[in-house]
């Protein structure tokens, strides 16, 4: 009979499963999560600061030190976070989640001056269907230029890529053109990965060609997902990436057996199965 389809396509999927299917099987199939890291609450962490942050007047944002105001009433909070403390941090381990937390927004107010940004909308959770493929992205900003233009923000806590790598970072910043452009009838000037590890910005520009070239590598991806669902057949993809995959030790080419992952990490405490459409 085949596997279920996933509900829906966002910047995340399409990267899973162009980077490897079957790890893309094991998330996004057969909803398995892998648990929390330092390193993904930390973005989380400094995500929510900004997202605050641009929650507020221009007025409020000339002075920067209201930021790390903001930061600290947040990271008071987050300590609560039952994710957080599933990570058992040290008092030091929290201390420096604190202070690179600290430098990743420090770092931000290098790249941008927040009084002359125009933000018209944070975190905006946007959903089309196009040709009976649904389509979901979070925006983190939508800023209009001083000359009336769209600018699609999207902030990265993680460094820069390499140059050899940098188009493959690109995915999202075409999705987010591609639902601008079916779901608000625009097409954003510019899409900017704000890099805040190495204070990097990659800017990329958008036109109606680039987003008609998208819509076409998406349906593709989704009919290989398509293919796959049918045949139950999701092939692991080796790469350099498979030392940081929570699913090596299931993975084929590591000779491991994938059919025991479902199993084992649903009864096991570090992972959950979760709702398809958080992933």
Same mark, same amino acid.
């Given at each position: 009979?085949?596997?279920?389809?996933?509900?829906?396509?966002?910047?995340?999927? %399409?990267?899973? #499963?162009?980077?490897?299917?079957?790890?893309?099987?094991?998330?996004?199939?057969?909803?398995?999560?892998?648990?929390?890291?330092?390193?993904?609450?930390?973005?989380?962490?400094?995500?929510?600061?900004?997202?605050?942050?641009?929650?507020?007047?221009?007025?409020?944002?000339?002075?920067?030190?209201?930021? #790390?105001?903001?930061?600290?009433?947040?990271?008071?909070?987050?300590?609560? +976070?039952?994710? *957080?403390?599933?990570?058992? &941090?040290?008092?030091?381990?929290?201390?420096?989640?604190?202070?690179?937390?600290?430098?990743? &927004?420090?770092?931000?107010?290098?790249?941008? +001056?927040?009084?002359?940004?125009?933000?018209?909308?944070?975190?905006?959770?946007?959903?089309?269907?196009?040709?009976?493929?649904?389509?979901?992205?979070?925006?983190?900003?939508?800023?209009?230029?001083?000359?009336? +233009?769209?600018?699609? %923000?999207?902030?990265?806590?993680?460094?820069?890529?390499?140059?050899?790598?940098?188009?493959?970072?690109?995915?999202?910043?075409?999705?987010?053109? &591609? *639902?601008?452009?079916? *779901?608000? +009838?625009?097409?954003?000037?510019?899409?900017?990965?704000?890099?805040?590890?190495?204070?990097?910005?990659?800017?990329?520009?958008?036109?109606?060609?680039?987003?008609?070239?998208?819509?076409?590598?998406?349906?593709?991806?989704?009919?290989?997902?398509?293919?796959?669902?049918?045949?139950?057949?999701?092939?692991?993809?080796?790469?350099?990436?498979?030392?940081?995959?929570?699913?090596?030790?299931?993975?084929?080419?590591?000779?491991?057996?994938?059919?025991?992952? *479902?199993?084992? &990490?649903?009864?096991?405490?570090?992972?959950?199965?979760?709702?398809?459409?958080?992933?």
């Amino acid at each position: 009979m085949g596997l279920e389809l996933p509900n829906s396509l966002s910047p995340s999927k %399409v990267t899973a #499963f162009t980077d490897c299917p079957l790890a893309f099987k094991f998330s996004v199939i057969d909803h398995i999560a892998p648990p929390a890291t330092y390193v993904t609450l930390k973005g989380i962490l400094v995500h929510e600061v900004l997202q605050i942050y641009y929650g507020q007047s221009e007025e409020s944002r000339t002075d920067t030190s209201n930021l #790390f105001e903001i930061f600290k009433s947040v990271f008071d909070r987050f300590k609560s +976070n039952p994710e *957080l403390i599933s990570l058992r &941090l040290t008092t030091e381990e929290m201390l420096k989640l604190e202070n690179e937390s600290k430098v990743l &927004l420090s770092n931000y107010l290098t790249m941008e +001056n927040p009084a002359n940004i125009n933000a018209v909308g944070i975190e905006l959770q946007l959903e089309t269907v196009i040709e009976n493929i649904k389509l979901r992205g979070i925006i983190d900003r939508l800023d209009i230029d001083s000359e009336g +233009n769209f600018i699609v %923000v999207d902030y990265k806590t993680g460094k820069s890529p390499a140059v050899e790598l940098e188009s493959s970072r690109l995915t999202g910043v075409n999705f987010y053109g &591609l *639902l601008c452009y079916s *779901l608000l +009838n625009f097409i954003p000037k510019q899409v900017k990965l704000l890099y805040l590890a190495d204070s990097v910005t990659i800017t990329s520009e958008i036109d109606e060609e680039r987003i008609k070239s998208y819509l076409k590598r998406t349906k593709a991806v989704w009919s290989a997902i398509e293919r796959a669902c049918i045949r139950d057949d999701f092939r692991p993809n080796p790469s350099f990436k498979c030392q940081w995959c929570f699913f090596s030790k299931y993975c084929p080419t590591n000779g491991g057996n994938p059919d025991l992952a *479902l199993t084992e &990490l649903s009864h096991s405490s570090s992972f959950s199965i979760v709702d398809p459409e958080e992933i």
